[in-house]
């Protein structure tokens, strides 16, 4: 366990290493209780730093010994670090053995063991649970791994690169031994040690090498290991064809592990997966869990090059590799959506979550820059901001410099840089470089703002159509709020996607002032500075602006735009993300005013009669119309308002939810219908579209008959949920049931447990589902402090933790917020225990409040004595110090 000491790391204090570890090279002895390491360095003085003792890293070891040259050496712990006088030479070799204990290890970082396997987890900083070492990304090195132990317990002995030799030991022990040609930084490293099968394929790539791809899981889980295999090949090949980036390794291969506390892991050649983004049969996992392992396999195998081969000078440069790593995976998951329709949905799917998790944070008491500048638990910044705002960042260069610019941006990125680590700034000069004429490179230091300013810039646009002169005259204004200890912020780069659309929804030409013709319909207009004019010519028309298109930005836009332009849009907009916007903007306006009046809300016939259009036009896609008809969640809207009282919220909303399933019965009625996949199950998007439509229709059906008293619906979803013939159709019967509360969801839960009790992914989704169902009368909260205790509940595994507790906190605000504090007091009760299994855990949890101080009373100064009574506690892990600390200071 870590000390709570508030240790501050500052990005401006960066010195390169003292010491360079050029090769290492490891033996374990492994065992569960005890694991013996013996490490063996090869080091050479940095002889462009002053001369200093050799300090390194190591958290919870047993050290046995210390070889300088083969010669014992005296050495101290000081600051938890060993430190050993500066020897001599200028190059030495460093032996250590010590030992570390993986079955006690349940913060699952470092080495631990998970069901009878061991698994190491070392990004950011778990090598020094390890071994003693500069555990620090700007130091590479090569490594060579010998694995010993008993060969019935682990049959497969695993680590990165290339075998090199195996066979039998005595006492029933066999051996491997690794190499990895690549240099590499230690938080790459990684071994398995376990009792797995895998599948194989070989595949020659375009380059003409062969190389074999494998997908390590336990026996029995072979089956539900092709959709990750096959999305394995296509990231392999898309990464080729797109950016020319060829794998490098003879052999790659994924393993999946039960336990871990994230998505997966990127080691070199090695990549440890989550169980929930490897296993998948059509029985077992949805649509959204097939997506998920397309962008999860997708983005460790893309981080190959832009996070093993190029990596970060220091962990404040996170987003360098996962801002970049983020935009590939989101483009790959785009390319293999195929049609324009199936992209703009991902493209919104995207934008929602980034809405969702990233804005908040953002006006929140962790906001930071897509660049940090100051941590003291690293592992608190694998934030929506390095990922997901970083990724936008990595899009508008994108956007400044079109998709061929942007090839050759990283073309000469890995010319200049291919096997060091490095930092954004290295990147966008790149980037910039490749593109000389570009508004990119004339405005580099105003673009990377993005990287050193925290919050959501505010985009402002009016727009003024003179009829005697047929101009447009667009005015954009910037302002991006003052948050603690960030005022005064300059204006950012913004490339703000623009249409003009005449008021019956005809694309206009677009030629600004002083262009001597029109070029197209779409445009994109750069923002430099807090206010700009641009002036369009031969406007034949009135006209709607249609902007931010695509979400050019990750900005908050307001646009001034009527009900009726918004209207427009929605029915018209070329831009399919803008269409679903343009709705999303009318439910949202809607929704704040129900928040500011007593009456009980209403939806007006307009927006009814829209809707209906949405669900009646032949032309959309399912996909798109099931994303348009959902109103915007609690999540976003609360980030929206201010002094927000989260029970109002949901009433407002469930009741504008039951007011769309009324007045459009007939119209849900002929969507379940026409929404029927009768082909055999794929997770392609025509497909989960049609299903997605399907199962959103069949619970607003039964929610209509929670209100009528109707049983057929209800009869007809529990058939549906027995008889579907894959996860996607029976978790949405179920879902549907179990939303509105019906007498067969209790029924349809018992068979679903039944019938799943052996599969590890699905309990997850059983509790995750009863965790999320829309609060009524505490009877959501009071069932998932009962499931707590169930059988099949714990809290020592990530997946199953976060399936009730993250359901309730970030999925369920009414649930949460209640006017009695008892979801608080939950909370804080969970947040300490947690913290001393899993401190990384514990910290995500632990981030469920930080938007307190935008709750109305009484939940305001009940959140806020929560937090306080964790931050009393003294032995807080430094991760969940930091947040809860944060926190309390607002
Ligand atoms: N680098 C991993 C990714 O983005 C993230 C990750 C996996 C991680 N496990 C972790 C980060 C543990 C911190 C701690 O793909
Ligand atoms: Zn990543």
């Known amino acids: 366990m870590r000390e709570g000491t508030a240790n501050i790391v500052r990005r401006e204090d960066y010195l390169a290493p003292a010491y360079w570890i050029r090769t290492v090279d490891l033996t374990f002895d492994l065992d569960a209780a005890k694991t013996i390491v013996a490490s063996k360095l090869f080091i050479e003085r940095n002889l462009e730093q002053m001369e200093q003792p050799l300090r390194l890293h190591g958290e919870d070891l047993n050290l046995l010994r210390v070889l ?5 050496v005296s050495f101290r712990h000081e600051d938890g670090m060993l430190v050993i006088d500066a020897p001599q030479q200028s190059a030495f070799t460093l032996e250590i053995r010590n030992t570390v204990a993986p079955e006690k290890n349940t913060q699952l970082s470092g080495l631990y063991a998970s069901g009878s396997g061991l698994f190491t987890q070392c990004e950011a900083e778990g090598f020094r649970r390890i071994t003693y070492f500069l555990d620090r990304p700007d130091v590479m090195a090569v490594y060579t791994v010998t694995l010993r132990g008993d060969k019935q317990k682990y049959p497969v002995l695993l680590s990165n690169g290339n075998l090199l030799e195996q066979g039998d030991l005595d006492n029933g022990r066999h051996f491997a031994k690794w190499h990895d040609p690549f240099r590499k930084p230690s938080y790459l490293f990684a071994l398995v040690a376990a009792d797995l099968v895998a599948r194989e394929q070989r595949v020659r790539s375009r380059s003409g090498r062969d ?3 494998q997908v390590f899981v336990k026996r029995g889980d072979l089956e539900k290991t092709e959709h990750a295999m096959n999305s394995l090949v296509a990231s392999m090949i898309w990464d080729e064809h797109r950016f020319n980036l060829p794998l490098d390794l003879e052999r790659f291969m994924i393993v999946a592990v039960d336990d871990f506390n994230m998505g997966a892991m990127e080691n070199k050649g090695l990549n440890i997966f989550n169980t929930k983004y490897v296993l998948a049969s059509a029985a077992t996992a949805t649509d959204a869990d097939f997506d998920g392992i397309e962008s999860v396999v997708g983005h460790e195998y893309f981080h190959n090059w832009t996070g ?10 996170l987003s360098l590799k996962e801002g970049l790593t983020v935009f590939r995976d989101q ?3 785009m390319d293999m959506a195929g049609s324009a329709s199936a992209r703009a949905v991902r493209r919104i799917g995207d934008v929602r979550s980034l809405r969702e998790r990233q804005f908040p944070e953002d006006a929140g008491p962790m906001s930071h820059p897509v660049r ?10 694998y934030t929506a901001t390095v990922y997901e705002k970083g990724s936008e960042v990595v899009r508008v260069i994108h956007t400044l410099v079109g998709q061929q610019g942007f090839a050759a941006g990283m073309a000469l990125y890995f010319q200049r840089h291919d096997g060091f680590a490095v930092t954004c700034d290295d990147f966008a000069q790149a980037m910039a470089d490749a593109n000389p004429y570009s508004p990119l490179a004339h405005n580099l230091d105003v673009f990377k703002r993005w990287y050193s300013q925290a919050g959501t810039p505010r985009l402002t646009a009016r727009g003024e159509y003179n009829a005697a002169n047929a101009t447009f005259t667009l005015y954009l204004s910037q302002h991006n709020p003052a948050l603690p200890g960030q005022n005064d912020k300059l204006p950012q780069l913004l490339p703000v996607a623009v249409g003009l659309l005449a008021r019956d929804g005809t694309a206009l030409p677009l030629q600004l002032a002083g262009e001597d013709h029109a070029v197209g319909t779409d445009r994109v207009l750069v923002m430099t500075e807090a206010q700009h004019t641009f002036t369009f010519v031969n406007v034949q028309a009135d006209c709607v602006p249609s902007l931010l298109r695509g979400f050019s930005a990750p900005v908050v836009l307001d646009d001034g735009l009527t009900d009726a332009d918004l209207l427009v849009l929605m029915a018209h907009d070329t831009d399919a993300f803008n269409r679903w916007e343009a709705g999303q903007r009318l439910a949202l306006n809607r929704i704040r005013a129900a928040l500011n009046s007593d009456a009980p809300a209403a939806l007006d016939d307009a927006f009814i009669e829209a809707m209906r259009a949405v669900l009646n036009d032949t032309r959309l896609d399912p996909a798109f119309k099931e994303l348009a008809l959902l109103l915007p969640s609690e999540v976003y809207v609360a980030d929206q308002v201010t002094g927000i009282d989260p029970q109002r919220l949901h009433s407002v909303r469930e009741a504008m939810v039951d007011q769309l399933a009324t007045a459009l019965h007939a119209e849900w009625e002929a969507a379940f219908a026409a ?11 025509v497909q989960s579209g049609q299903r997605a439509l399907a199962n959103l229709a069949l619970t607003m059906l039964v929610r209509h008959a929670s209100l009528t008293g109707d049983t057929v619906w209800p009869g007809r979803a529990y058939q549906r949920f027995k008889d579907a013939s894959n996860m996607t159709d029976r978790l949405g019967a179920l879902e549907a049931l179990v939303n509105s509360h019906s007498e067969l969801a209790q029924p349809a839960l018992d068979r679903f447990h039944a019938l799943f009790r052996h599969e590890a ?9 009863q965790g999320r169902a829309p609060e009524k009368d505490g009877r959501v909260f009071a069932r ?3 499931l707590m205790q169930h059988p099949d509940f714990t809290l020592t595994n990530p997946n199953r933790a976060r399936s009730l507790l993250f359901a309730l906190t970030a999925g369920n605000p009414a649930a949460f917020h209640r006017t009695d504090a008892a979801g608080y007091v939950f909370w804080a009760d969970m947040v300490i225990t947690l913290d001393t299994l899993n401190p990384q855990l514990a910290s995500r949890f632990a981030r469920a409040l930080d938007r307190w101080t935008n709750l109305a009373e009484p939940y305001r100064s009940a959140a806020r004595e929560a937090i306080a009574r964790v931050s009393a506690k003294a032995d807080l892990s430094s991760d969940t110090r930091e947040i809860i600390d944060r926190a309390l200071a607002g």
Not at 308 to 317: A, E, G, L, S, V
Not at 376 to 381: E, H, K, M, T, V
Not at 761 to 769: A, E, G, P, Q, R
Request: charged fraction near 20%; proline fraction near 4%.
């Open 68 to 72: 300088v040259d083969g010669q014992s």
């Open 211 to 213: 190389h074999l791809l």
């Open 308 to 317: 093993n081969r190029i990596t970060c000078q220091d962990w404040f440069q």
């Open 331 to 333: 483009e790959f998951s």
């Open 372 to 381: 940090p500048d100051a941590y003291q638990a690293i592992d608190n910044f």
């Open 675 to 685: 929404n029927q996949v009768r082909a055999g199950y794929k997770p392609d998007a």
């Open 761 to 769: 992914l699905v309990l997850d989704k059983f509790f995750m589902l």
């Open 784 to 786: 998932i402090k009962q």
